[in-house]
């Protein structure tokens, strides 16, 4: 089992950068495949970003490629949303999640563990 604690929410104006973090506790997050959703008020949850398990390979959702990327630190147990250029429409709680030995699916059914989420903020 791994807990997941997010964190490096913020607000902040439109076109801005923030990076997140994830800390897992307990097993290792190198044998999970990792993956942040988010999820905007009135909004279901949706995929943003992912990381395999094996092999780092990430996978994003078409609304962020380019402008967001995923990693992670095994050594420090975290991994890391780095988001740039940000939209207002970028704006919601972001979640952590994990699947053990997972290859980084887009579904957020595929995942078992989650942590709390930070919320982003993003104004014109």
């Known amino acids: 089992q791994v807990n997941l604690v997010e964190s490096g929410g913020g607000s902040v104006q439109a076109g801005a950068s923030l990076k997140l973090s994830c800390k897992g506790s307990?097993?290792?997050?190198?044998?999970?495949?990792m993956a942040w959703f988010r999820q905007a008020p009135g909004r279901e949850r949706e995929f943003v970003a992912s990381?395999?398990?094996?092999?780092?390979?990430?996978n994003y959702a078409d609304s962020v490629k380019g402008r967001f990327t995923i990693s992670r630190s095994n050594v420090e147990r975290t991994i890391y949303l780095q988001m740039n250029r940000l939209k207002p429409e970028d704006t919601a709680l972001y979640y952590c999640?994990?699947?053990?030995w997972g290859p980084g699916k887009s579904g957020e059914e595929d995942y078992e563990f989650w942590g709390q989420g930070t919320q982003v903020t993003v104004s014109s």
């Open positions: 999640a994990a699947e053990l």
């Open positions: 307990g097993r290792a997050i190198r044998d999970y495949g």
């Open positions: 990381t395999r398990w094996s092999d780092n390979t990430p």
